[in-house]
């Protein structure tokens, strides 16, 4: 898992609560991305920012905001407005020049 | 529309015997690859890439893939599986310009008996 923290590990929530999942990086990476993962289904971009400041949605992100204040974080609020959040979420990120991402543990929601 | 595929959910295999797993992909322009594991409960590992140069592209763990232009293939190998090697593999690609997003597949689970 190198060095990207995901916290919790294990989220309950009630339904119309919002949620943030956190991501931190000691990489000094400048790209990071969140990933939401259903069985049989791989993994879906929700996010992601090349740089500070900056971010840009992903191909599910109706339901989900995220911040890009600093350069080692990069957090993820579920909304209520998500339809279905129970899921695992991944959160990655990249060196500048490099292809290959490198992923937290990963943060399992359930909503109920 | 940019995809990968892989077309077995599953591939069981003894200890010690040759393992594939299978992945096609639909880029546009010329691909860079990847493919990744994931341990229950865990983060995505890294294994391998292909970016340019020699087809046959050589990993961690004694993993290895081969890049096949003309059958959009890049299937991963291993010489002789380990039941440690048990796991959910994912392939992944992306364009090599004007795109940011890396295109996962749905995952193969391999099992490796003893």
């Known amino acids: 898992d190198g060095g990207i923290t995901q916290s919790p590990k294990y989220l309950f929530r009630k339904e119309g609560q919002n949620v943030t999942l956190s991501c931190e990086q000691n990489l000094n990476h400048d790209a990071m991305y969140w990933y939401r993962q259903d069985p049989g289904q791989g993994l879906r971009l929700i996010y992601y920012s090349q740089i500070v400041n900056d971010f840009q949605k992903g191909d599910i992100a109706e339901g989900y905001s995220v911040s890009r204040e600093k350069k080692e974080s990069f957090p993820l609020t579920v909304t209520s407005a998500q339809k279905n959040p129970t899921a695992f979420y991944l959160c990655?990120?990249?060196?500048?020049?490099?292809?290959?991402?490198?992923f937290g543990p990963g943060t399992r929601l359930t909503v109920t | 529309a940019q995809s990968v595929a892989q077309p077995e959910d599953q591939v069981n295999v003894a200890e010690g015997n040759p393992l594939t797993v299978k992945c096609t992909y639909s880029?546009?322009?010329?691909?860079?690859l990847f493919w990744y594991v994931q341990y229950p409960n865990r983060g995505l590992q890294f294994l391998l890439k292909?970016?340019?140069?020699?087809?046959l592209v050589k990993g961690s763990y004694g993993f290895e893939a081969e890049f096949n232009k003309s059958q959009t293939s890049f299937h991963l190998k291993k010489p002789s599986a380990l039941v440690s090697d048990s796991a959910l593999y994912f392939c992944a690609a992306r364009r090599d310009t004007g795109g940011f997003k890396t295109i996962f597949g749905a995952g193969t689970r391999l099992f490796v008996k003893a």
């Open positions: 292909y970016i340019t140069g020699d087809n």
């Open positions: 990655a990120s990249k060196l500048a020049g490099r292809y290959e991402q490198y």
């Open positions: 880029v546009s322009g010329n691909p860079y």
